[in-house]
């Protein structure tokens, strides 16, 4: 059984950065697809980024792409999330998810982290 938790969510500015980490307990993190999910207030999860086993392949959802960059310490048995240009739309609570699936992202995931909250100011 994975066990994630998240960190690095805060309070930033509209159009600074912030990195989310995932660290991962309970199984050899190299086994499984990684992702970030979020959720907005009073909004339906949503889907953020994925990444394979060996980060090879790398999938954003469009309202992402180009700002935040999802990468992996397999060594470290952590997933992050560097955010970059942060837009008030993008304040929610920030999920670390795992799957030993990459196809199964996004909606077949079968480990969920707490969350972290992401709150960006105008």
């Known amino acids: 059984q994975v066990q994630l938790v998240e960190s690095g969510g805060g309070l930033v500015q509209g159009g600074g950065s912030l990195r989310l980490s995932c660290v991962a307990s309970?199984?050899?993190?190299?086994?499984?697809?990684m992702g970030w999910f979020r959720q907005a207030p009073g909004k339906e999860r949503e889907f953020v980024a994925a990444?394979?086993?060996?980060?090879?392949?790398?999938r954003y959802s469009d309202s992402v792409k180009g700002r935040f960059t999802i990468s992996r310490d397999n060594a470290e048995n952590t997933v992050y999330l560097q955010m970059h240009m942060l837009q008030p739309e993008d304040t929610a609570v920030y999920y670390c998810a795992a799957d030993p699936d990459y196809s199964d992202f996004p909606g077949r995931v079968d480990y969920w982290g707490k969350g972290t909250l992401v709150t960006v100011s105008s």
């Open positions: 309970g199984a050899t993190l190299s086994r499984y697809a």
């Open positions: 990444i394979s086993m060996r980060a090879i392949r790398l």
